[in-house]
């Protein structure tokens, strides 16, 4: 089983930024992702990343925006989130994937609790 906890969440005016972390204990894991599931939508994918860090995947709505990166030492995965939106508002998820980086949610078998983001002037 594989433990993730989530922080770096908060409230941010519009055009700002945030790092989200996940740090992971328990069983080894492959694929990391971010969701995020806003007031009265469904979770939705935000990105992913692979156990070597050299593959990445992105929400569109997020391209060009986001970074994912991960610190395997410190069993880690952070989620860098620039030039904010109200729309980005929701809390966000991260969580574990035995197999490769996917953007399917019934790929990951381990989740985090999540943390708030608030995108609002």
């Known amino acids: 089983q594989v433990l993730l906890e989530e922080s770096g969440g908060g409230l941010v005016q519009p055009g700002g930024s945030l790092r989200l972390s996940c740090a992971a204990s328990?069983?080894?894991?492959?694929?990391m992702g971010w969701f995020r599931q806003a007031p009265g939508k469904e979770r939705e994918f935000v990105a992913t990343i692979s156990w070597s860090g050299g593959t990445t995947y992105y929400a569109d709505s997020v391209k060009g925006r986001f970074t994912i990166s991960r610190d395997n030492v410190k069993n880690t995965v952070y989620l860098h989130m620039n030039s904010l939106r109200p729309e980005d508002t929701a809390v966000y998820y991260c969580?574990?994937?035995?197999?490769?980086?996917?953007?399917?949610?019934?790929?990951?078998?381990?989740w985090g609790q999540g943390t708030q983001v608030t995108v609002s002037s």
């Open positions: 328990g069983r080894t894991f492959s694929a």
């Open positions: 969580a574990a994937s035995m197999g490769g980086p996917t953007t399917q949610a019934d790929a990951y078998r381990g």
